[in-house]
Every structure is written in C-alpha cells, then in structure tokens.
C-alpha cells in the first residue's frame, strides 16, 4: 500500500479520533450517557434559542431521520419532551425534562475525556485549534460536494 | 456553560472529527463500502500476518463481539472468508474473497477524504502527527481505566 504524507496522517488520525471516541463513550457509559445523547442534552441545556429537530441535525451534522429516531428515543427514556407550536404547523420544540436535565448535569461532570488536551502545551493547543478550524472547513466542503442534493444544500 | 480551553478545544475536535468521519462514510458510500468494512478490508490486505478476529478487535478498539458481528455481516455480503485452522482449536484466521479484494481497491481509489491535510502547511502536519500520537496515548491510557475489567487488560 503506497501512502503519501497525508493519506498517512488520516490514518493516525482516524485512529487517534476512534480512540478518543471510545473512550468518551466509555466514561459518558458510567454516567448512564451515550455520545449522540450527550450532544442533544448539551445543544438544548446550553442553546439561547428554542431547539427544533432541524436545528440539531444542522449541528449534530446527521440526516432529519437520524436525528428524529434518536429524540424518539430519548423520548422514550423520558430525558426530552416535543412541544409542538399550534402557530406554526409542524415546528417543534425540544425541551429537556427533570430527568434530562440531571443527566446533563451528570455528563457535564464527566470530564477527564473532554480535558485530554491537557497533555498538550499551550502553542500545541492553539496550533490544534487552528488545524481544527481548517480541518473543519475543508470537511464541511468536501460534505456538500458529496451529500446527495437536493438534501445537501440546505443544511450546509 | 463554563468550559475551560481544553474542554473547549474538546468541543471543536468533537464537532470536527464528526464531520470528517460524516465525509469519508459519504465518499466511501460512493463506492459501496462502510466505514467499519474499509478498516477490516485494509487490515486484511496489508497486514503481513494472518489476521484474526482479536487482532481487528485490537487494531479498531472495538469489543469481540462487534468485530464478530461486523465480520459475520461480511461474511454474509461475500466479502471475507473465515478460515478455521484445525491445529488450534478456534483459532480463526479472515481472508479477504475476490470481492472483497474488489471492494478494497476500491476504496483505496476514495481519496478525497483521505487527502484533506492538504489544506495545512507542511509545518502542520508533522505538528499534527505530533500531537495525534500524544492524544492517542493519553486516550489509551483512559480507555484502560475507562474498560471494565478482566475484558480491558489483555486488549490494550
């Protein structure tokens, strides 16, 4: 297998971010969390504005009926509730219940992951930023190319 | 919220590392092969020693038993072969099939995700290399207290 430099890097990479990922679900697991319900929890306790489904698909970067089959299910667990707006038809508002608001906090507690930047030195840590912002960028353009339209577009 | 700069630095590697995997299963879905299947294809085809089912689930920190169901999926889809070897006992050896061998090329041919460190200098890159090797140690060392024992030992 002929790899160049950056071909090489995606693979440190996507190993470095599977383990990292594991290991974020690993300690949201002993808070009774998993990743996806981590982020609603967090994107609804922490948003400004009231929180539709559409909303969380823009920022979860995951599909409608992804992002619908997991509020269902959260739903279920009684963590979130779905308010429906009579003005406005079909738009919904997520809200978190009691029990969705202590499991956010509960996560929120969890945070030797989310501090693994720690063994970084400040210069590393901007400089890692920096790539992020780049990183992330290219990505989100790489996705609208690569999404099937007429879906892509809106969301990107 | 009150999140420190690592905890914030989290944040964006999260939002980011969701997007570029997002990409990559879109480019890989263009040619037929999921995320997790690309991973196993590659293994196999260039690891120099046979492959078992416990080495995969080392090589993709996975549990044995999604690396059992991944592989018996793919067993099914005619992509892999399990080979028994009667000397020892359940000793299981995966081979790829021709199509497999197919869907490998293939997949290798998927380069656009791969390559997107293109977008940084060369200076970034080896600091990214630097930094991905240190955070991979860092989440190794978490996951082994992360992991429920006896499992977590004899893995990591």
Chains 1, 2 share one sequence.
């Not at 009579?86 to 929120?108: C, D, F, I, P, S």
């Not at 989310?114 to 990505?139: D, P």
Request: charged share 30%.
């Amino acid at each position: 297998m002929d790899l160049n430099e950056n071909e090489m890097a995606w693979a440190e990479m996507a190993v470095t971010s599977t383990i990292l990922r594991r290991a974020w679900e690993m300690e949201l697991g002993q808070v009774g969390v998993t990743v996806p319900q981590a982020l609603v929890l967090t994107f609804v306790a922490t948003s400004a504005e009231p929180v539709t489904p559409m909303k969380l698909s823009r920022l979860m970067h995951r599909e409608p009926h992804t992002i619908s089959a997991l509020l269902t299910r959260m739903q279920a667990q009684g963590l979130i509730k779905k308010e429906r707006n009579l003005e406005r038809g079909n738009w919904v508002r997520v809200t978190l219940t009691k029990k969705g608001k202590e499991a956010y906090e509960r996560q929120l507690g969890a945070r030797r992951v989310r501090n693994i930047t720690e063994c970084l030195s400040k210069q590393e840590l901007e400089s890692l930023n920096r790539m992020n912002r780049k990183l992330r960028a290219k990505g989100i353009e790489l996705l609208r190319d690569l999404l099937p339209s007429p879906f892509g577009d809106p969301l990107w």
